[in-house]
């Protein structure tokens, strides 16, 4: 299974950026997906998942601010990030499990099933 993050990068305040997620190797549309984030030596943060039936969750920190989506004829799940701020700079990863957008997205500490090797987003002026 592999799970293949791209889109992050270098922002300004203010500014947009949209992450995609494909996955491969696992039945698509049997998962929910997610993206969390995490600070090196803290816990990760569950910021938005979406469930297999489209039902999302969103962590209060990107709220009205961040839109999760996905496409199962492509694989992808995508995180379209609005009116980004510094302190959404983090190095973000894609997950996979077999659960609801809300359980998934409150696994902190146990890992999901399915983990992505993450890549950086930095918001800076």
């Known amino acids: 299974v592999q799970l293949d993050e791209s889109g992050g990068g270098l922002a300004q305040p203010g500014e947009s950026l949209t992450l995609s997620c494909e996955a491969s190797?696992?039945?698509?549309?049997?998962?929910?997906i997610g993206w969390f984030r995490q600070a090196p030596g803290k816990e990760r943060e569950g910021v938005s998942c979406?469930?297999?039936?489209?039902?999302?969750y969103y962590s209060e920190s990107v709220k009205g601010r961040f839109t999760i989506s996905r496409d199962n004829a492509k694989n992808t799940v995508y995180l379209q990030m609005n009116s980004l701020i510094p302190e959404d700079t983090f190095a973000y990863h894609c997950?996979?499990?077999?659960?609801?957008?809300?359980?998934?997205?409150?696994?902190?500490?146990?890992?999901?099933?399915?983990w992505g090797q993450g890549m950086q987003v930095t918001v800076s002026s």
């Open positions: 190797g696992l039945t698509f549309a049997d998962y929910a």
């Open positions: 997950a996979a499990e077999k659960s609801s957008a809300q359980v998934l997205c409150s696994m902190t500490i146990a890992p999901p099933e399915y």
């Open positions: 979406i469930s297999r039936d489209g039902k999302t």
